[in-house]
């Protein structure tokens, strides 16, 4: 909603109340009003003005100058979003699942060799014993090819360690690619990590949550009670720095990265909104299940309040388009009123020019007839027979008999 704000009004209010109260007022940002002060040319009470007001000094209040490039502003006034009764209800929700979570007999347990994987984890988890023996199997490769004489490495390498070369590139993270995936774990923690993102899909099954592996997204989607959340997992690395010998024979220094062993899990619930929990010096991730899914449960209640908002706007967009649409239906049907009324006009013009044509065509005939009787030499059938034809077209020009 635009507000019009007058100049002289906005230097009172500023010097009325403290700007963060206007800022409330018109929903804007401190530095929003203060840049719509600036461009009415309007001074605002400097830092610690209202500190002294409340303290009963005397302060003096700025002049309101008397130039300006414009005298009033429009300024988008943000509306407080009302509570619904169904905030209410899932703040309710919400206490009842944490709560659920925080008790001791609802404990989620991590069974890092379960005897059934999750149907959404299997594939992860036949994934990684198939890449971690690849890995092995290039790294022990690489480990043959270092021991090596160099003339027997130009001569034998045959490129079996470019793979554990990809992984350390990546900071020893499985699998070495840039595409989206699920986990991002290294050699040493990737059977824990499987094991811990089984227990979170066995649990959000028991939770009334639909789990999927979106191979397209490269996610582990956790879709119900009115929310879709996206998850995945990775190992935390730390920046190295080593030595490394150049093709001129000096040393310089290389970054690298390595795992720390510390594991991480993201929720994902859109674009940039991100939620995480990880392992720290407290305990490890496999003790925090149930701290995890508090914070999905909050998660969905942000997703169920976006969908409301949205189910909001699309009603207001339908009664906006409904208003647009009565609005340009009567506007065609003024249209059409007036298209008639000007071709009802024409038309009357023309019936008009047309009696006049026909009258005349009439009063020709009769000067013609009055001519001929004055000289007596025309020939009396010639001009009945002239002035019955005219006639006959002045009758056929004159729409008085057809408008009748």
């Not at 500023?14 to 109260?21: C, D, F, M, Q, R």
């Not at 059934?116 to 594939?123: F, G």
């Not at 991480?264 to 990880?278: A, C, M, P, Q, T």
Request: with cysteine; aromatic share 8%.
């Amino acid at each position: 909603m635009w507000q019009t704000v007058k100049r002289e009004e906005l230097y009172e209010q500023v010097w009325s109340v403290p700007i963060w109260k206007l800022c409330e007022q018109y929903g804007l940002s401190d530095n929003g009003l203060r840049k719509t002060c600036k461009r009415l040319n309007v001074p605002v009470p400097s830092r610690g003005y209202w500190a002294k007001v409340e303290a009963g000094h005397k302060v003096r209040k700025a002049a309101l100058p008397r130039e300006a490039k414009q005298s009033v502003a429009q300024i988008h006034v943000t509306p407080k979003p009302v509570r619904a009764e169904a905030d209410d209800a899932d703040d309710t929700w919400l206490a009842e699942r944490v709560a659920f979570e925080r008790a001791e007999a609802n404990a989620i347990a991590v069974v890092m060799k379960p005897r059934r994987w999750h149907p959404a984890v299997q594939p992860l988890h036949e994934f990684f014993d198939r890449e971690a023996k690849e890995v092995e199997a290039s790294r022990k490769a690489d480990e043959r090819y270092q021991s090596w004489p160099e003339w027997r490495k130009q001569r034998d390498w045959n490129g079996d360690g470019m793979k554990w070369h990809r992984v350390v590139r990546n900071g020893e993270l499985m699998p070495a690619t840039h595409h989206a995936f699920p986990l991002r774990l290294s050699l040493a923690t990737y059977r824990r990590g499987l094991g811990i993102v089984n227990a979170v899909a066995v649990a959000a099954t028991k939770r009334g949550f639909e789990v999927t592996h979106d191979d397209k997204k490269g996610r582990v989607v956790v879709e119900g009670h009115g929310g879709q959340l996206e998850l995945r997992m990775s190992e935390a690395t730390e920046q190295k720095t080593r030595k490394v010998k150049r093709y001129d024979g000096k040393f310089e220094d290389e970054r690298y990265r390595v795992p720390t062993g510390r594991l991480r899990i993201f929720v994902e619930r859109g674009y940039g909104k991100v939620w995480s929990i990880e392992e720290s010096a407290e305990g490890p991730l496999e003790t925090k299940i149930n701290a995890f899914f508090a914070g999905v449960w909050k998660q969905v209640r942000f997703c169920r309040q976006k969908t409301r908002a949205e189910e909001a706007v699309a009603q207001r967009q339908a009664v906006l388009a409904a208003e647009r649409a009565d609005v340009e239906r009567k506007r065609l049907e003024e249209e059409r009123i007036r298209a008639r009324e000007r071709k009802r006009r024409e038309q009357l013009i023309e019936e008009v020019a047309a009696w006049r044509q026909a009258g005349e065509i009439r009063a020709y005939v009769g000067a013609v007839r009055l001519a001929a009787a004055q000289r007596g030499n025309a020939s009396v059938l010639t001009l009945d027979e002239w002035a019955a034809w005219a006639i006959g077209v002045a009758q056929q020009l004159d729409p008085v008999g057809t408008r009748l």
